[in-house]
């Protein structure tokens, strides 16, 4: 099948089983974010919550389209899967895999809610890093997507500040504006046992089903993602570009680029920048033969992708530019059209068919009616010293779903994980003060936060080039 060796496909399909149960695998140690508040607060019985959690996740990732997805695609630029050897790119595609799921069963089983997009993206870097190391490897470590890597971990890293300050924020200010029958209610200690008020518990089902939404959105995105980096890396002629789409279709797009190009006053650009025009015109140039026909050979795929990322990254920063010397006017309406000819762009290289979405939709779905205890106790029991009240897991809940939908917007990949938990610290923190936390599972959990970038780097890159060793 599409004209592999017998040996090379049947990798291939072990590579794609891998992926699903690296997002089995994120559904159940993310299950706990989303389902922890409402079998705290006997809101929904276990099974119940899990069950419906699933379903929400799944319809979230079938919704969610592939921009988070390509962000970690991006991480790698396209010069690390042109690779005329195919157990090369196997070797990537192995080493990403079992570093990512080694490090998320390990957190699973000792019951730490660590990051899987940490994980994810930990592993990719090391599997750049591991391509720099190579002898005959002249990019060194340019293997990697840097400007990407800094937009990604802003996020990641931006994610749980931000769950933790506004968990606080909302929690005083349901305090100040509620009277005080409802205050009550909400601030006081769930009776064990005992079912909360319909409203109460109809609020906790919502804020549960938002943060199973806004997961399925984003952290879906990201298996879509891991997926595609298999096809692409395994399959370019066929998956490296969008073949529904006429590549004719790129000519109004590329010219207005060319306009916009065009208005730019190269006298006083820096080297970086006219480094970047230059790119740019190059790769439209390169482009026009295969437009103006309407056709490309299928190994021409990678090369195109490459010229068509190469053209949208580098006009953005053009356009972004201070030293583009521009009316402000000239400016905004440059910054504009460029967004919008980017996005015309990238919809060629932006992409999954629908089958891998479903495939990746499954199986976080099915992970996350799995193995959700351990980290759910975590979660509800050991942040914070006193018993998970109605308020908290509101608040911590509308503060994760919030902050993932927003990145899931801007197409950033952000912890589910540290966004959720640190919405359960800040609304312990806003209930009792700091001493309200039990420092030993903080502790534990900030380890893992510190730890899972480097252990995914290090064992990535180690099984990168065992792999690439062994394959060759």
Request: charged letters at 15%.
């Amino acid at each position: 099948m599409f004209g592999l060796e017998t040996g090379v496909f049947i990798l291939l399909v072990f590579c794609l089983l891998a992926a699903c149960a690296f997002e089995f695998i994120n559904g159940f140690h993310d299950t706990a974010n989303a389902v922890a508040t409402v079998i705290y607060t006997n809101s929904l019985q276990p099974t119940q919550a899990v069950v419906w959690s699933g379903i929400v996740n799944f319809i979230g990732v079938i919704t969610g389209g592939v921009g988070v997805g390509m962000s970690i695609v991006n991480l790698l630029p396209v010069e690390l899967l042109i690779d005329q050897n195919v157990y090369h790119s196997i070797a990537m595609v192995l080493a990403l895999l079992f570093s990512a799921i080694i490090w998320n069963f390990g957190t699973w089983y000792f019951g730490l809610p660590a990051s899987s997009s940490h994980t994810l993206i930990g592993a990719i870097i090391g599997v750049g890093l591991g391509y720099a190391l190579l002898p005959d490897n002249a990019m060194g470590v340019a293997a990697v997507n840097w400007d990407k890597v800094k937009e990604v971990f802003s996020a990641l890293l931006l994610s749980p500040l931000i769950g933790f300050s506004l968990a606080i924020v909302l929690m005083f200010t349901l305090r100040r504006t509620l009277n005080k029958q409802i205050r009550k209610q909400i601030f006081d200690e769930p009776t064990p046992g005992e079912t909360p008020p319909g409203w109460i518990r109809m609020l906790l089902i919502f804020t549960c089903t938002l943060v199973s939404f806004f997961h399925g959105r984003n952290d879906g995105q990201k298996g879509i993602g891991l997926v595609m980096l298999i096809l692409i890396g395994v399959l370019p002629t066929f998956f490296a570009l969008d073949t529904s789409i006429d590549i004719a279709q790129l000519k109004p797009d590329l010219a207005k680029v060319q306009q916009i190009t065009a208005r730019i006053d190269t006298a006083h650009l820096s080297k970086s920048d006219m480094e970047r025009l230059q790119k740019i015109n190059t790769s439209i140039t390169n482009l026009a033969p295969v437009v103006a026909a309407n056709t490309y050979k299928k190994e021409e795929a990678l090369l195109i992708r490459k010229a068509l990322l190469t053209i949208s990254s580098n006009s953005k920063k053009l356009i972004a530019s201070e030293d583009v010397k521009l009316s402000a006017a000239d400016k905004d309406e440059l910054r504009a059209t460029a967004v919008k000819e980017e996005k015309g762009i990238r919809k060629f290289t932006d992409h999954a068919p629908f089958w891998v979405i479903l495939m990746i939709s499954l199986s976080l779905g099915f992970g996350t009616m799995i193995g959700w205890k351990r980290i759910v106790v975590t979660v509800g029991e050991k942040i914070g010293k006193s018993h998970l009240t109605y308020a908290q897991g509101a608040s911590a809940e509308l503060v994760a779903a919030t902050t993932i939908g927003l990145a899931s917007w801007y197409t950033l990949p952000v912890s589910t994980t540290h966004a959720l938990s640190s919405g359960i610290a800040g609304s312990m923190v806003a209930s009792k003060g700091i001493k309200n936390l039990q420092a030993k599972t903080v502790q534990s959990i900030l380890l893992a936060w510190v730890l899972t970038l480097p252990a995914a780097i290090l064992l990535s890159a180690t099984l990168f080039m065992l792999f690439r060793w062994i394959l060759s």
